[in-house]
């Protein structure tokens, strides 16, 4: 128990140090502030979630005292509180109906672990929450967010040269509009990095109490789709259930093509020089960012026509080994 109490208060002192080198302004900071919560998932995944749950309150409170309560709540909500969770969920198994253990050698009963689809919903939940939480902190309704968004991104660029007024105008309308959705983006995509790091790390560690999951079976629950269309059908209403709503989407669209990377890691499992396809798909994502809505649509197409299982059925049996 001690030693998990001195793991636990390392990893929360390592994460808080993360968290707070955002003051400093110095580039590095950004990318440590955004894996501030994995050394909280290390400790949940390896050591389990009591481990984090210690570390993540020791960290909020050291933080709260040094810069004041704002800072302990965000660390609790972006940082302490989806890494225990995230970490608790990707630990939890219950044994399969008629399966049994093997009672001569002593063999535990095979487990179902909770299904990564879930944990990724669960991601997005927290990146809904975060972000909204965050909107918040500049206003209580629509007009009063986009707004302090305006003024401040007008402060931002209007020290800059070499624009004229009307363009900066036009630019600025625009950054109101996608700076909600694309805070809601990184947020699912750092949190999923995260917990997906903090897993290697832990599985190369030995101390995953869990085998590595078959990543390219990842699917949505079937409701997630009905909850994207209606989230989709309220950010034409108007006010903050607008602003809601198109987070929200943005959350699931984010998620869909997550699974669609997944999809196509299963398409592709019978093409020569996979590994070759596959990183030249995912620098073209990086590079130029739209070929992502392709990737969505095949993650939608899936979803609807079920894309893997289907190519599964039809595909060969591997040759046998010479």
């Given amino acids: 128990?001690?030693?998990?109490?001195?793991?636990?208060?390392?990893a929360g002192a390592a994460s808080a140090l993360m968290f707070a080198s955002i003051v400093s302004g110095a580039a590095i900071s950004i990318v440590l502030f955004y894996l501030a919560p994995l050394p909280v998932m290390v400790t949940a995944l390896g050591w389990g979630p009591l481990a984090a749950t210690i570390g993540g309150i020791g960290a909020a409170s050291a933080l709260g005292a040094i810069f004041g309560l704002p800072y302990c709540i965000a660390f609790a909500m972006m940082v302490a509180v989806p890494g225990w969770w995230l970490g608790h969920l990707a630990l939890l198994g219950?044994?399969?109906?008629?399966?049994?253990?093997?009672?001569?050698?002593?063999?535990?009963?095979?487990?179902?672990?909770?299904?990564?689809?879930?944990?990724?919903?669960?991601i997005a939940v927290f990146a809904v929450i975060t972000t909204t939480a965050t909107l918040l902190t500049l206003g209580s309704?629509?007009?009063?967010?986009?707004?302090?968004?305006?003024?401040?991104?007008?402060?931002?660029?209007?020290?800059?040269?070499?624009?004229?007024?009307?363009?900066?105008?036009?630019l600025v309308d625009m950054l109101v509009i996608l700076a909600p959705l694309a805070a809601t983006i990184l947020s699912m995509v750092t949190v999923t990095l995260n917990l997906w790091l903090a897993g290697k790390i832990t599985q190369t560690s030995g101390r995953l109490n869990r085998p590595w999951p078959e990543l390219r079976s990842t699917a949505l629950p079937a409701m997630t789709?009905?909850?994207?269309?209606?989230?989709?059908a309220l950010s034409f209403v108007g006010g903050m259930l607008a602003l809601l709503a198109q987070i929200v989407t943005t959350a699931l669209v984010t998620g869909y093509a997550l699974v669609g990377f997944a999809v196509l890691h299963t398409l592709t499992l019978s093409l020569n020089s996979r590994g070759f396809w596959l990183g030249g798909i995912y620098a073209v994502v990086v590079m130029f960012g739209w070929p992502v809505v392709a990737i969505f649509a095949l993650g939608i197409a899936d979803a609807v026509f079920g894309?893997?299982?289907?190519?599964?059925?039809?595909?060969?049996?591997?040759?046998?080994a010479a």
């Fill in 1 to 10: 128990m001690i030693a998990i109490f001195i793991v636990a208060l390392a």
């Fill in 94 to 122: 219950r044994p399969i109906a008629g399966a049994a253990g093997d009672g001569a050698t002593q063999q535990p009963p095979a487990l179902e672990w909770y299904p990564v689809g879930r944990i990724l919903l669960w």
């Fill in 141 to 170: 309704d629509s007009d009063a967010i986009t707004g302090a968004l305006r003024r401040g991104l007008l402060k931002v660029l209007s020290s800059g040269e070499g624009q004229g007024g009307g363009e900066i105008e036009r």
């Fill in 225 to 232: 789709l009905v909850a994207l269309l209606v989230a989709a």
């Fill in 307 to 320: 894309l893997r299982q289907r190519y599964l059925q039809t595909r060969p049996p591997p040759l046998p």
